[in-house]
């Protein structure tokens, strides 16, 4: 702890590094105000050069019509790499259920169909023949 001591009083007796100039803060105030008023001189310079620019019709045009084709082609970005990511799913989904389908329609339900146009139906009663050909479809 005596070690620490006799570093800190060491240090304390030993002269600053570092000092502000002589009469730094007597125009401190003066020199700050001097910049201030040269930056808002030179914003006023540059609104005033911006003002003197002649704008034609079509570039205010374009300033307006730009943030709204940026909007419109970003949906339509969105809308395409929506339609390449997800068509291809639905149509395997599409394709898988028709296969499915097919596989449930057996050769013997195709062969029914054939024989409703081969048989003879004239002694049937018509209700039975409707409900028969209702069942079919």
Known sequence: MSNIDNILKENK???EPFKVPEGYFEDFQ????????QIE??????????????????ARMWTVLKPLLYVAASIIALYGITYVV????????????????????????????YEIYFTDYSDVESEEFYEYLSYIN
């Open 30 to 37: 003066a020199r700050l105000n001097a910049k201030i008023d």
């Open 86 to 113: 997800v068509q291809p799913k639905i149509n395997n989904e599409v394709e898988y259920q028709m296969a499915e389908a097919e596989e449930e329609y057996t050769e013997e339900e195709q062969m029914s169909d």
């Open 13 to 15: 007796l030993k002269k």
């Open 41 to 58: 001189a030179d914003k006023a310079e540059i609104a005033e050069e911006k003002a003197s620019i002649p704008q034609s019709r079509g």
